[in-house]
Protein backbone atom coordinates (compact mmCIF):
# COMPACT_ATOMS: atom_id res chain seq x y z
CA UNK A 1 0.00 0.00 0.00
CA UNK A 2 2.99 2.40 0.47
CA UNK A 3 4.75 1.56 -2.62
CA UNK A 4 0.91 2.90 -4.30
CA UNK A 5 1.92 6.05 -2.53
CA UNK A 6 5.44 6.15 -4.28
CA UNK A 7 4.73 5.07 -7.20
CA UNK A 8 1.52 6.96 -7.62
CA UNK A 9 3.11 10.15 -6.49
CA UNK A 10 6.76 9.66 -7.60
CA UNK A 11 7.61 10.57 -4.01
CA UNK A 12 9.88 9.19 -1.24
CA UNK A 13 8.87 7.88 2.36
CA UNK A 14 10.62 11.73 3.90
CA UNK A 15 7.84 13.20 1.80
CA UNK A 16 5.32 12.37 4.06
CA UNK A 17 7.91 10.89 7.07
CA UNK A 18 8.96 13.65 9.42
CA UNK A 19 12.90 12.80 10.47
CA UNK A 20 13.40 11.59 14.07
CA UNK A 21 15.06 14.25 16.22
CA UNK A 22 18.79 14.43 16.06
CA UNK A 23 18.78 11.56 13.32
CA UNK A 24 18.19 10.72 9.57
CA UNK A 25 15.94 8.04 10.73
CA UNK A 26 12.29 8.26 9.64
CA UNK A 27 9.69 8.31 12.69
CA UNK A 28 6.97 6.49 11.18
CA UNK A 29 4.58 7.11 13.52
CA UNK A 30 4.88 10.46 14.01
CA UNK A 31 2.31 12.91 12.27
CA UNK A 32 4.71 16.02 12.23
CA UNK A 33 4.45 16.77 8.55
CA UNK A 34 0.95 17.77 6.84
CA UNK A 35 1.20 15.77 3.75
CA UNK A 36 1.12 12.48 6.24
CA UNK A 37 -2.57 14.12 6.91
CA UNK A 38 -3.55 15.09 3.31
CA UNK A 39 -2.55 11.35 2.27
CA UNK A 40 -4.82 10.11 4.86
CA UNK A 41 -7.33 12.06 3.67
CA UNK A 42 -6.67 11.36 0.08
CA UNK A 43 -6.49 7.40 0.83
CA UNK A 44 -10.00 8.09 2.48
CA UNK A 45 -11.25 9.79 -0.50
CA UNK A 46 -10.00 7.02 -2.69
CA UNK A 47 -11.69 3.79 -1.31
CA UNK A 48 -15.00 6.23 -0.78
CA UNK A 49 -14.77 7.07 -4.99
CA UNK A 50 -14.07 3.32 -5.72
CA UNK A 51 -16.72 2.31 -3.36
CA UNK A 52 -19.52 4.64 -4.14
CA UNK A 53 -19.14 5.30 -7.75
CA UNK A 54 -17.73 1.82 -9.11
CA UNK A 55 -19.20 -0.54 -6.65
CA UNK A 56 -15.99 -1.66 -5.50
CA UNK A 57 -17.15 -3.55 -2.37
CA UNK A 58 -14.74 -3.36 0.58
CA UNK A 59 -12.47 -1.73 -1.04
CA UNK A 60 -8.75 -1.55 0.41
CA UNK A 61 -5.40 0.26 -0.59
CA UNK A 62 -3.25 -2.38 -2.76
CA UNK A 63 -6.20 -4.44 -3.99
CA UNK A 64 -5.85 -5.38 -7.60
CA UNK A 65 -9.52 -4.81 -8.13
CA UNK A 66 -9.54 -0.40 -7.19
CA UNK A 67 -10.84 1.42 -9.98
CA UNK A 68 -9.38 4.50 -8.66
CA UNK A 69 -5.78 4.83 -7.32
CA UNK A 70 -3.58 7.78 -6.50
CA UNK A 71 -2.44 7.26 -9.65
CA UNK A 72 -5.13 7.75 -11.41
CA UNK A 73 -4.88 11.32 -10.62
CA UNK A 74 -1.52 12.03 -9.94
CA UNK A 75 0.05 10.44 -12.52
CA UNK A 76 3.35 9.97 -10.95
CA UNK A 77 3.48 13.12 -9.53
CA UNK A 78 3.00 14.98 -5.95
CA UNK A 79 0.26 17.37 -7.52
CA UNK A 80 -1.66 16.57 -9.96
CA UNK A 81 -1.50 18.26 -12.96
CA UNK A 82 -4.91 20.59 -12.33
CA UNK A 83 -4.85 22.58 -16.16
CA UNK A 84 -7.85 21.65 -18.10
CA UNK A 85 -5.31 21.15 -21.60
CA UNK A 86 -3.91 18.15 -19.86
CA UNK A 87 -1.05 16.65 -22.08
C1 LIG B 1 2.09 10.01 0.37
C2 LIG B 1 2.43 9.90 1.78
C3 LIG B 1 3.25 8.70 2.25
C4 LIG B 1 4.41 8.20 1.72
C5 LIG B 1 5.17 8.66 0.49
C6 LIG B 1 4.81 7.11 2.57
N1 LIG B 1 3.92 6.98 3.60
FE1 LIG B 1 4.05 5.66 5.14
N2 LIG B 1 2.25 6.33 5.86
C7 LIG B 1 1.51 7.34 5.32
C8 LIG B 1 0.30 7.50 6.10
C9 LIG B 1 -0.83 8.49 5.82
C10 LIG B 1 0.35 6.55 7.13
C11 LIG B 1 -0.69 6.31 8.22
C12 LIG B 1 -1.74 5.36 7.69
C13 LIG B 1 -2.90 5.23 8.64
O1 LIG B 1 -3.03 6.06 9.54
O2 LIG B 1 -3.69 4.30 8.44
C14 LIG B 1 1.62 5.83 6.98
C15 LIG B 1 2.06 4.84 7.82
C16 LIG B 1 3.29 4.20 7.71
C17 LIG B 1 3.80 3.24 8.67
C18 LIG B 1 3.10 2.79 9.96
C19 LIG B 1 3.49 3.80 11.01
C20 LIG B 1 2.85 3.57 12.35
O3 LIG B 1 1.98 4.36 12.73
O4 LIG B 1 3.22 2.60 13.02
C21 LIG B 1 5.03 2.83 8.21
C22 LIG B 1 5.98 1.83 8.86
C23 LIG B 1 5.26 3.53 6.94
N3 LIG B 1 4.19 4.36 6.70
C24 LIG B 1 6.38 3.37 6.19
C25 LIG B 1 6.61 4.02 4.99
C26 LIG B 1 7.78 3.78 4.13
C27 LIG B 1 8.88 2.78 4.44
C28 LIG B 1 7.64 4.60 3.06
C29 LIG B 1 8.56 4.70 1.83
C30 LIG B 1 8.76 3.43 1.15
C31 LIG B 1 6.41 5.38 3.25
N4 LIG B 1 5.83 4.99 4.42
C32 LIG B 1 5.95 6.34 2.37
C33 LIG B 1 1.84 8.11 4.24
C34 LIG B 1 2.95 7.92 3.43
C1 LIG C 1 -9.57 12.03 -7.57
C2 LIG C 1 -8.19 12.52 -7.76
C3 LIG C 1 -7.17 12.17 -6.69
C4 LIG C 1 -6.89 10.94 -6.15
C5 LIG C 1 -7.55 9.60 -6.46
C6 LIG C 1 -5.80 11.14 -5.23
N1 LIG C 1 -5.44 12.46 -5.19
FE1 LIG C 1 -3.99 13.31 -4.00
N2 LIG C 1 -4.42 15.15 -4.76
C7 LIG C 1 -5.37 15.40 -5.74
C8 LIG C 1 -5.37 16.81 -6.05
C9 LIG C 1 -6.27 17.50 -7.08
C10 LIG C 1 -4.36 17.41 -5.24
C11 LIG C 1 -3.90 18.86 -5.20
C12 LIG C 1 -4.77 19.66 -4.27
C13 LIG C 1 -4.31 21.09 -4.19
O1 LIG C 1 -3.45 21.51 -4.98
O2 LIG C 1 -4.82 21.78 -3.31
C14 LIG C 1 -3.80 16.33 -4.43
C15 LIG C 1 -2.81 16.51 -3.48
C16 LIG C 1 -2.23 15.49 -2.73
C17 LIG C 1 -1.19 15.67 -1.76
C18 LIG C 1 -0.55 17.01 -1.35
C19 LIG C 1 0.65 17.23 -2.24
C20 LIG C 1 1.38 18.50 -1.89
O3 LIG C 1 2.41 18.77 -2.54
O4 LIG C 1 0.95 19.23 -0.99
C21 LIG C 1 -0.88 14.43 -1.27
C22 LIG C 1 0.18 14.11 -0.22
C23 LIG C 1 -1.73 13.48 -1.95
N3 LIG C 1 -2.54 14.15 -2.82
C24 LIG C 1 -1.71 12.12 -1.74
C25 LIG C 1 -2.54 11.20 -2.37
C26 LIG C 1 -2.51 9.78 -2.11
C27 LIG C 1 -1.55 9.06 -1.16
C28 LIG C 1 -3.49 9.22 -2.88
C29 LIG C 1 -3.93 7.76 -2.94
C30 LIG C 1 -4.28 7.15 -1.64
C31 LIG C 1 -4.15 10.30 -3.61
N4 LIG C 1 -3.52 11.49 -3.28
C32 LIG C 1 -5.21 10.13 -4.48
C33 LIG C 1 -6.21 14.48 -6.35
C34 LIG C 1 -6.25 13.12 -6.08
Known amino acids: MIDDFEDGLG ?3 S ?3 A ?9 YASDAKPEK ?8 MTLKLN ?3 FQVHR ?3 GDPGLV ?9 KPRPDLSAEGQ
Request: with cysteine; net charge positive.
Open 19 to 27: EQKGSHKLD
Open 15 to 17: FCH
Open 59 to 61: PGL
Open 51 to 53: ARY
Open 37 to 44: SIARNMMR
Open 68 to 76: ITCATCHQG
Open 11 to 13: VAC
